[in-house]
């Protein structure tokens, strides 16, 4: 059973991670324990259930549970960040490229900096690549607040978006 989620869940579930924490190394911590989770539950889980739902939760609930101790280690030790060792594609346009890499950067720092109820709607449609029923079940609100906290941070974002980079 662990093989077939790992095969069906496995790549979402660690871009999820990925993006919740914003670290490879943290990505990579949090996966892993949480298919250790998924092992020691997987005779309570019911396969009629949302299982992708039920992972997604509970990856999210031991990040929450950790982030505490990351940001004591993160004071007393740093690690470095996803994106000082990531690159961008590379085209005949130079100068597109550094404006969507600095875009993009952009917009996951604004990310970073919402509220985690605003967080992780965004995390979970857009990296997790749920819907809007299977978000609204994991943080146990109406799919109506889903939906109103999507179209506020895309708002959000648009605003910070055109300040910063679409200037008249």
Same mark, same amino acid.
């Given at each position: ?9 496995? #790549?979402?579930?660690? +871009? ?33 259930? +949302? ?32 994106? *000082? ?15 969507? #890499? ?37 943080? +146990? ?17 648009? *605003?910070?978006?055109?300040? *910063?980079?679409?200037?008249?």
């Amino acid at each position: 059973m662990i093989e077939k989620l790992i095969k069906d869940y496995g #790549k979402a579930l660690y +871009n999820f991670c990925l993006k919740i924490t914003f670290n490879k190394y943290q990505a990579e911590d949090l996966y892993q324990e949480t298919f250790l989770h998924i092992i020691r539950l997987q005779n309570k889980l019911d396969e009629k259930e +949302n299982i992708k739902a039920f992972i997604f939760s509970l990856a999210n609930r031991i990040w929450q549970d950790k982030k505490k101790k990351y940001a004591r280690r993160e004071r007393i030790a740093p690690e470095t960040s996803l994106e *000082e060792g990531q690159e961008i594609p590379f085209d005949e346009n130079i100068e597109d490229n550094l404006i969507n #890499k600095d875009m993009y950067s952009f917009i996951r720092n604004e990310i970073d900096k919402l509220d985690d109820k605003f967080k992780l709607v965004v995390i979970y449609f857009y990296y997790g690549e749920l819907s809007v029923s299977e978000i609204a079940k994991i943080m +146990n609100i109406p799919e109506g607040t889903v939906k109103s906290r999507l179209f506020s941070v895309k708002k959000y974002i648009k *605003e910070k978006l055109e300040g *910063e980079f679409f200037e008249n």
